[in-house]
């Protein structure tokens, strides 16, 4: 996570620094088009992509993580007991599911958001296509046909 966040300071710091190069190069030439400015001006347009670039792949990252972490607080929560704030176990009233189950449920949801946002109208039919194992027998929904 420190090289993310040291990439794109970097990245923010060049961009700055490219910028201010090419005011420094427009007031230099009074405003004129010369190989100055338009070298500098290249320079930002290639210190903005960069920066653009590390964006994208800080943003990748954050949702990765957020991914992970929603996934983990989901498996906690349906696989055991929860510990309390005050440091005792208490129980959800919901029986507990099997890591595998509530993954296979994870992926499925994925795989419908995916298929929405892609304007498909074969989503609720296509969900079950995508499952890498055998549903939970316990649950009578995944038994029918």
């Not at 990439?7 to 427009?26: D, T």
């Not at 994925?110 to 316990?138: C, K, M, N, Y």
């Amino acid at each position: 996570m420190d090289n993310i966040v040291d990439s794109l300071n970097n990245a923010y710091q060049e961009f700055v620094v490219a910028a201010a190069n090419v005011l420094e190069a427009k007031e230099t030439s009074g405003g004129q088009k010369t190989t100055a400015t338009d070298t500098a001006l290249e320079s930002f347009k290639q210190k903005w992509e960069l920066f653009r670039v590390t964006c994208d792949q800080a943003e990748e990252f954050v949702e990765s993580v957020k991914q992970r972490i929603g996934s983990e607080c989901l498996v906690d929560e349906a696989t055991g007991p929860v510990v309390g704030k005050s440091g005792q176990t208490t129980t959800t009233g919901l029986p507990p599911i099997s890591a595998v189950r509530l993954e296979q449920m994870s992926k499925a949801v994925r795989w419908l958001v995916i298929e929405l946002q892609h304007g498909s109208g074969t989503a609720a039919g296509s969900a079950h296509t995508h499952q890498s194992a055998p549903f939970d027998a316990r649950f009578s929904e995944d038994s029918a046909p």
